[in-house]
């Protein structure tokens, strides 16, 4: 058993530390949201009351949170993890936020002293919830030895992406893909609706063909298709298309970095503002197929 702080409550967060808990270790945990703390008391852990109680005496201290100006902030800002965490305290930023910001508050970390990765995770809220998210993490070969078993916690695969900030660099190109597959996937449901097609029929079809992608089998933006798909509860409880934009415009900034142009990460920028504009920012950024089939 080890002492872990968690900061951050949130739709994964929440499931995260729950299954910390569950594993057996002692996890204080702290959100800006008195009733998100309240849950993870409930689910086994201990309550914070700031990020700097949560942090003074443990061993490791996990962060996630929505942006990458959050991550720094609860860091770097003075009453942060840096100026309160044990000097051999080991950091994972589970969060998504750009290749940049995980490499400078990693540079600024190991100046400290401290051991810490990014670790962003792919699976969505019922993996986070089923401990069975998967992890890529960006650091050292020693970094990751030690953030591995407190992974393996909350995670079915652990990988090892690389330097500081390649945890990162693998979640953008992942969620970038995700964003043109969903769309894409959405664009072939309201096709083969207005041809006549049956949902499932089609779905059958395509699930075991050439169209098949992780939006269509495990997120399936039609209801009734796929049992754990947000389009069954009315797109409530997801991936919310506001954290989606911003994976996305981090994808389009590292694309600008490295002078390169991608057309449909472009496009899907462009498809997925809109629906932010006609719809709540907090909807599974599946229901844009409700926009396309209206257009
Ligand atoms: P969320 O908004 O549900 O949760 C974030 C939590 O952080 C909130 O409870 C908020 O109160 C808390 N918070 C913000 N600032 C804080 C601070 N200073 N101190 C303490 N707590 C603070 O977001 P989420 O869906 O859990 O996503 C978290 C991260 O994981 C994001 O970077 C997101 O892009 C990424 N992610 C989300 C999903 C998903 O399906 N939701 C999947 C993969 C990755």
């Not at 953030?147 to 079915?156: N, R, S, Y």
């Not at 309201?190 to 997120?219: N, P």
């Not at 449909?264 to 089939?293: N, Q, T």
Request: aromatic content about 6%.
């Amino acid at each position: 058993m080890v002492d872990i702080a968690f900061i951050g409550l949130g739709a994964m967060g929440s499931g995260m530390a729950a299954n910390l808990a569950k594993a057996g270790h002692h996890v204080r945990a702290y959100d800006l949201m008195p009733a998100a703390v309240q849950a993870a008391v409930a689910a086994g852990c201990e309550a914070a009351t700031s990020v700097a109680q949560a942090v003074r005496e443990a061993d490791f201290v996990v962060t996630m949170l929505p942006t990458g100006t959050h991550v720094l902030d609860v860091y770097q800002n003075g009453d942060g993890v840096l100026a309160h965490a044990r000097p051999d305290a080991v950091f994972m930023d589970c969060s998504t936020i750009s290749v940049e910001d995980a490499r400078s508050v990693g540079d600024v970390a190991r100046a400290r002293g401290f051991l810490m990765c990014d670790a962003p995770v792919s699976g969505g809220v019922a993996a986070a919830a089923a401990g069975t998210l998967t992890f890529m993490v960006g650091g050292s070969d020693a970094e990751f030895e030690r953030v591995q078993p407190i992974l393996q916690a909350m995670g079915k695969a652990v990988i090892h992406a690389g330097r500081s900030g390649a945890g990162q660099a693998a979640k953008i190109c992942n969620n970038m893909l995700l964003a043109i597959t969903m769309i894409g996937t959405c664009e072939a449901f309201v096709l083969a609706e207005r041809l006549g097609l049956d949902a499932k029929a089609f779905y059958d079809i395509a699930s075991q063909s050439s169209g098949q992608s992780w939006s269509m089998t495990s997120y399936a933006p039609v209801p009734g298709l796929v049992p754990q798909a947000p389009s069954n509860r009315d797109f409530t409880n997801g991936f919310a298309s506001a954290l989606m934009l911003k994976d996305l415009r981090l994808a389009l900034e590292a694309t600008h970095n490295v002078g390169m142009t991608a057309a449909l990460a472009l496009k899907s920028e462009e498809i997925y503002s809109e629906y932010l504009v006609k719809y709540l920012p907090s909807r599974d950024f599946s229901g844009v197929i409700d926009m396309l089939r209206n257009q």
